[in-house]
């Protein structure tokens, strides 16, 4: 296990509500990153929080928001749901010690439906 | 195109039997390149990180790097049902970004 949380495990939601994800990061981590995995795809980059900034985002509209806490804990917020938004949520945190930057420990996950 | 590319498979070998498991990228200025395993509901798992060309070993996999093929591939080595899983390809850094990027994975069934 990495050490990464997410809550909660499974949420049911549906279409036009808002949802708020939380994820703890492993112990010495300050960066946070949130993916989204749509079944059978790879995870896709969401964005990413260093020290309580954005610090990068993918392709996805605003309605897709974060948040990170000087703990270093995040969530990820998505407000008007679409059916398109059922996908596992992924959270992983890194910390930027040399190459080893990038190296991403996940969390459990949140699976999220919309009806 | 897409910047990094897998083989959705499904692979499947037989126990005991080496598993391969390639990878391509499109942009060369990658400069870590990661393997993860996913089981079925569970959130991906760090298998081997490199950043290097050449082969690296740890246990029973290694991870192959060639950049100017642009190509990493992953060998398992005597397979185990137990590894049967999605493994996920992944790259970063190029164009000063250092978030990783993640293939679709192959997943890979290892039959008794």
């Known amino acids: 296990e990495t050490g990464v949380t997410q809550s909660p495990t499974h949420l049911i939601k549906t279409r036009g509500q808002q949802v708020t994800l939380r994820c703890s990061s492993q112990s010495g981590h300050n960066t946070v990153s949130w993916y989204q995995q749509a079944l059978g795809q790879g995870p896709q980059f969401i964005f990413q929080y260093y020290r309580e900034e954005e610090n990068g985002r993918g392709n996805f509209p605003p309605r897709f928001s974060g948040l990170q806490f000087p703990n270093y804990s995040s969530e990820l917020n998505v407000n008007a749901l679409e059916l398109d938004d059922s996908a596992l949520y992924l959270c992983?945190?890194?910390?930027?010690?040399?190459?080893?930057?990038?190296?991403?420990?996940f969390g459990p996950g949140t699976r999220l439906t919309v009806l | 195109q897409k910047e990094v590319e897998q083989n959705s498979g499904p692979l499947s070998v037989p126990e005991g039997a080496i598993a391969s498991l390639n990878c391509t990228y499109s942009?060369?200025?990658?400069?870590?390149f990661f393997w993860y395993r996913q089981y079925s509901g569970k959130s991906p798992e760090l298998i081997m990180s490199?950043?290097?060309?050449g082969d690296q070993e740890d246990g029973r996999f290694t991870a192959q790097l060639n950049k100017a093929s642009q190509y990493v591939s992953l060998l398992i080595r005597d397979s185990q049902p137990s590894d049967s899983a999605t493994y996920l390809c992944?790259?970063?850094?190029?164009?000063?970004?250092?978030?990783?990027?993640f293939g679709r994975g192959t997943s890979l069934i290892v039959h008794p």
């Open positions: 942009d060369r200025g990658s400069q870590s």
């Open positions: 992944a790259r970063s850094g190029g164009g000063g970004s250092y978030i990783p990027t």
């Open positions: 490199i950043y290097s060309n």
């Open positions: 992983a945190s890194s910390t930027p010690t040399g190459v080893s930057t990038d190296t991403q420990y």
